[in-house]
């Protein structure tokens, strides 16, 4: 793709306590113990200036109301005390990322601060420390050529968030502060496939250390996207490898179509002015047959519109699969202004919105047909908000692409989330003294950092395939792996591996939730099956029971699938003598219609291989009886 510049930011979560206190780094399932409430005040940062994204929030006056765990969180998340001194864990694990990527640390590492005013912080600010940059053997190969390294930073996680209303925003605390590297490349990637490999590299050096957390959630990736002629676009939070081409591709559709309606809008000669107005239209709306808007109207909102003259057909216009220009617009209304949505033009009629009354509309805009207008549904001072930010984003299609901050979206669409943040966003952190780095990098002399190649080829040589290698990697089972071969000397490794990758894979697609085993639990079942004390068969059994006890005691679920020596005799005993003229006239040839019968009720409980001796012992013993 000509033109195309990507970098990423790689946001991953450390396997260690939390950064700046001593909090453990863990996500809790309750609802929290208590909930404190902040507003925030907009001061000007250390160099003087006011950041666009500070300002930005100012537009918004909200109440931001924070989720504290009494045994998990303390004075410093919810900033009544200063930060501790960094967790030296974090630092370490940092370095050695740092290290395994050929990267230059820096001599004194500096705690800074970096505007946030979404309320994610309840400092305001996210505290971020640059660890190493990228020197020159800082690349990462890939199939389509090198992409160098340019920084790691070490950071705090930020708060959960947890509900959005229109005039507050609750947190979670339990997230905020946990350690984060974050990896930034230049921006050398060329193609959206390139990104992911990209992606998927790093991930691996990352889980290699071992010392990284794993899970939904614990690693992201922020893309940095622009094409010629475009503009630069922050896209924050993917975190399935899988959709970043996705992402990419479809963020390059949306910023060519939006130069196509640029060139078209230019073509119809349309210039900022005719972008604009405001009037009421409730008593116009009142009018609409049954539907939302007719509602809102009943139940005393007020309706709003602005015009956009010749501009009828573009607002309508597709940019990404399901989204339009309108879609945008759209968003810049809600975050602004938090109304729902808006209602343009090129949708009508609808909701109960006929023809006669688009005609009405437009009369009342004094606009024509080839005019386009949008629509909002508020009180008077949401709706001036909300229709000058639709204002705003519609005059800057007439230049271009505004540079954005967009969140990723499930399907691999993006949409506006605030706009691109200042270059003024950060300044020091006094409270917390810079550490130096040379007594880590001393403790550090002679290291050799096992890089993913190493691991795999470990493994392979315990006679599993590359693939079953690169799973175990993968889904981060190399230690678990390696305790259960070193201590089952029956089993097949490539039953053990396939248990912990294959069948993990299929029970977690249909829903069993195999996250929750604890891996001690998980090897006691193979070492069950290593012993004979469970079939093989009996295993993909017990694994979905322990999912839904994770706690339970192994030995007891495992006799539920289990048959004892003397149940295995008894049952072979009733199926040979109710079977017994069968016997009598075929002989050893009933063998395999007898086997069938034992194992309708014998299957996932005993080997095979157990009852088919024990079978035709027992056959054999019937039959020379008979004979004598
Ligand atoms: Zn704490």
């Not at 990637?189 to 990284?212: W, Y």
């Not at 009629?349 to 004094?366: K, T």
């Not at 049952?571 to 079977?579: E, G, K, P, R, T």
Request: aromatic letters at 6%; one cysteine or more.
């Amino acid at each position: 793709m000509k033109g195309l510049k990507v970098g990423l930011e790689i946001h991953q979560r450390l396997k260690t306590h939390k950064l700046f206190c001593n909090c453990p780094s863990m996500l809790m399932e309750r609802e929290p113990d208590g909930w404190v409430m902040r507003m925030m005040g907009i001061s000007r940062s250390e160099l003087g200036s006011v950041d666009p994204a500070a300002r930005f929030e100012l537009l918004r006056q909200r109440k931001f109301l924070y989720g504290i765990y009494f045994d998990e969180t303390c004075e410093v998340e919810v900033d009544e005390s200063p930060p501790l001194e960094m967790n030296r864990e974090a630092i370490e694990i940092a370095i050695r990322i740092a290290k395994m990527l050929n990267m230059d640390v820096v001599d004194e590492i500096h705690t800074m601060r970096k505007i946030v005013v979404d309320g994610s912080n309840t400092t305001g600010f996210q505290r971020t420390a640059l660890i190493a940059i990228g020197g020159e053997d800082s690349v990462i190969r890939t199939n389509q050529g090198e992409v160098r390294i340019a920084t790691l930073c070490l950071e705090e996680e930020s708060a959960f968030i947890a509900e959005t209303g229109s005039d507050f925003v609750r947190y979670k605390l339990d997230r905020l502060g946990i350690p984060l590297v974050e990896i930034a490349t230049h921006p050398d990637i060329k193609s959206p496939e390139q990104a992911k490999e990209v992606a998927l590299r790093i991930g691996r050096i990352l889980r290699a250390t071992g010392k990284v957390m794993r899970g939904i959630g614990t690693i992201r990736q922020d893309i940095n996207v622009s094409i010629e002629g475009g503009a630069r676009q922050e896209i924050k939070g993917v975190q399935e490898p899988d959709l970043i081409p996705v992402v990419i591709s479809r963020e390059v559709d949306r910023q060519l179509n939006l130069l196509r309606i640029r060139d078209e809008i230019s073509e119809r000669g349309i210039v900022e002015e005719d972008i604009g107005g405001f009037f009421e239209l409730s008593d116009v709306l009142k009018k609409a047959e049954k539907g939302f808007v007719r509602k809102a109207i009943d139940s005393g909102e007020s309706a709003f519109a602005i015009y956009a003259r010749r501009m009828r057909g573009l607002i309508g216009r597709e940019i990404q699969p399901g989204r339009r220009l309108g879609t945008e617009l759209a968003s810049y209304a809600k975050v602004f202004a938090g109304v729902k949505g808006i209602i343009h033009s090129d949708e009508l009629p609808n909701y109960g919105i006929s023809s006669d009354l688009v005609a009405e509309i437009r009369n009342r805009l004094g606009i024509g047909e080839e005019d386009a207008f949008i629509l909002v549904i508020s009180d008077r001072k949401t709706a001036e908000i909300a229709l000058k930010s639709v204002a705003d984003r519609l005059k800057y299609a007439i230049k271009g692409i505004p540079e954005e901050t967009r969140r990723a979206l499930e399907d691999g669409n993006t949409e506006f989330m605030r706009p691109m943040p200042g270059s003024a966003r950060m300044y020091p952190e006094t409270d917390v003294l810079p550490v130096l780095s040379y007594s880590f990098l001393e403790a550090l002399e002679g290291w050799k950092p096992e890089f993913p190649e190493d691991i795999i080829g470990r493994l392979i040589s315990y006679g599993i395939s590359r693939d079953q290698a690169e799973e175990i990697f993968d889904e981060e089972k190399v230690e678990l792996f390696e305790r259960v071969s070193s201590l089952c000397k029956n089993l097949s490794k490539g039953f053990v591996a396939s248990t912990l990758t294959s069948m993990m894979k299929y029970l977690r697609r249909e829903g069993v939730k195999v996250e929750l085993i604890p891996e001690s639990k998980l090897a006691e079942v193979l070492l069950l099956v290593d012993q004979g004390a469970l079939a093989k068969e009996a295993v993909e059994s017990m694994i979905r029971d322990l999912a839904e006890s994770p706690y339970a005691d192994v030995k007891e679920i495992a006799k539920r699938y289990s048959m004892s020596q003397e149940e295995l005799e008894k049952l072979i005993d009733d199926v040979v003598s109710s079977h017994r003229d069968e016997l009598m006239k075929i002989g050893e040839k009933a063998f395999s219609m007898l086997m069938g019968e034992v194992m309708k009720k014998a299957r996932g409980r005993v080997d095979g291989r157990i009852v088919s001796s024990k079978l035709r012992e027992r056959i054999r013993k019937e039959v020379s009886q008979e004979a004598l």
